[in-house]
């Protein structure tokens, strides 16, 4: 069964930057966007960034200028660039599809940023 992996979360001061990666335990055929959500304990998943096949980038509003996500040449590692990071980007950053195959989601990342 295929899931994404995720990795690269921590414990960062605000201002601070990490870098998450992650990776599908199986190749996806026809894989067109994929896109980084994050989850705040209690509330929905939100979509951070997102990347296509193409390479076209889009962010959420609270990611713009902050974030960058990037694929490797053979689509199958993807990356979110944080930088200057707010405490309100504290949560757990999981990839999957756009739209989300409900059965790919992993553990995903946690993410806290605290002085």
């Known amino acids: 069964q295929v899931q994404f992996v995720e990795s690269g979360g921590g414990l960062v001061q605000p201002g601070g930057s990490l870098r998450l990666s992650c990776a599908a335990t199986?190749?996806?055929?026809?894989?067109?966007?994929v896109a980084w959500y994050c989850q705040v304990s209690g509330k929905q998943r939100e979509l951070v960034a997102s990347?296509?096949?193409?390479?076209?980038?889009d962010y959420s509003d609270s990611a713009k200028g902050r974030f960058t996500i990037s694929s490797d040449n053979a689509k199958t590692t993807w990356s979110l660039q944080m930088n200057n990071l707010k405490s309100e980007d504290t949560a757990v950053y999981y990839c999957?599809?756009?739209?989300?195959?409900?059965?790919?989601w992993g553990q995903g990342t946690q993410v806290t940023v605290s002085s």
């Open positions: 999957n599809l756009v739209p989300p195959a409900e059965t790919f």
């Open positions: 990347i296509t096949s193409g390479g076209f980038t």
């Open positions: 199986q190749i996806i055929n026809n894989v067109r966007i």
